[in-house]
């Protein structure tokens, strides 16, 4: 009893402590900057446009994600073929490998030097230093966390419901549309809400491919390397609580969830 005793001190002694180490900063973060911050919002037309392109560009990289990889996802949840595994590696590889080198392998490739990147540019497209690059960089690092929880997502959905729709004279799309997207859209919408918010943070893969027009996290960057702590505080600090807002939706969304039997 006694080293059961002991041991339930020194795991609350250490979940304290972490606990420590996660929230304080945070916290000290928004208590030194928020409310300049937010001030800044009225008279700060560079965080104005910042912030807005950070929301536009991670939006349309939410979309385009939702809409690639969700037959990714359901493609590795439901199917069984040769090269499942690695289509599953390479779908994580952007989630282990440094994002700033994840910009510079997407500069190699969509940069005007490239020949996709040239043709793009002889089309009209321009993506390096846009905001087309801005939205490829948010793609490339925060999909492959739509894909592995739209994966989940599907994967709890009884493949039974599927067949018997389709033994009732539905084809595969049709039954996976009245069936399996309706039974997995919270789940879905979970995995949406956590692959914009992962955009919005983005700065490796951004700032290499794309540093101006800039975003939130790439102007916390400027405004400290230029003007030092007290000038990035303010933006550091919006970007934070504009996090909460993703955050508190995803509560929502697995708080609503029913109980799992």
């Not at 996802?73 to 994840?102: C, E, N, S």
């Amino acid at each position: 009893m006694a080293s059961r005793a002991a041991l339930s001190v020194v795991v609350a002694i250490l979940s304290s402590l972490f606990l420590l180490f996660v929230v304080v900063p945070v916290v000290g973060l928004v208590s030194s900057g928020g409310a300049r911050g937010i001030a800044a919002l009225a008279s700060d037309a560079e965080l104005r446009a910042s912030l807005l392109l950070t929301v536009v560009t991670a939006t349309i990289a939410t979309v385009l994600g939702v809409l690639g990889a969700t037959p990714v996802a359901y493609l590795l949840a439901r199917r069984a073929f040769p090269g499942r595994a690695i289509l599953a590696a390479l779908m994580d590889l952007p989630l282990v490998i440094p994002h700033p080198v994840a910009g510079i392998a997407l500069l190699l490739v969509l940069g005007r030097a490239s020949p996709i990147g040239g043709a793009l540019y002889a089309a009209g497209l321009r993506v390096a230093s846009s905001p087309t690059g801005i939205v490829c960089a948010m793609l490339f690092v925060s999909a492959p966390l739509y894909v592995s929880a739209a994966r989940e997502a599907f994967a709890r959905v009884d493949a039974r419901y599927e067949a018997v729709a389709r033994t009732l004279g539905d084809d595969a799309w049709r039954a996976f549309r009245r069936v399996t997207l309706p039974l997995s859209a919270r789940g879905l919408t979970a995995a949406a809400v956590v692959m914009w918010a992962r955009a919005v943070s983005e700065f490796g893969a951004i700032v290499i491919l794309t540093y101006n027009p800039k975003v939130v996290s790439v102007l916390s960057y400027d405004r400290f390397t230029s003007y030092g702590l007290s000038e990035a505080l303010p933006v550091a600090a919006v970007l934070v609580l504009f996090a909460i807002v993703p955050l508190a939706a995803l509560r929502a969304l697995r708080a609503g969830a029913p109980a799992s039997r």
